[in-house]
């Protein structure tokens, strides 16, 4: 998805983190976010990219909110 975002340059907001409980994905409200005044799309492509690979390991899925 962050590849599709980059390539066709769309900007992603934020996004949220799920975390698995038993057999399905939960909020576990953990969040980021990049306001569209602090940086440009390929901004937003790194901020993400950062956010999910410092999260810690677990069994998790992100999120994406995107314009």
Known sequence: ???YCKNN???ILGGDVL???G???RHNYD???LDKDQGNYQDS???AK???T???KGDYAFVFVAE
């Open 54 to 56: 410092n999260y810690p």
């Open 31 to 33: 969040n980021w976010y």
């Open 23 to 25: 057999g399905e994905y």
């Open 45 to 47: 492509i790194n901020k």
């Open 50 to 52: 950062e956010y999910i």
């Open 9 to 11: 340059k769309i900007f």
């Open 19 to 21: 975390v698995k409980d």
């Open 1 to 3: 998805l962050i590849e």
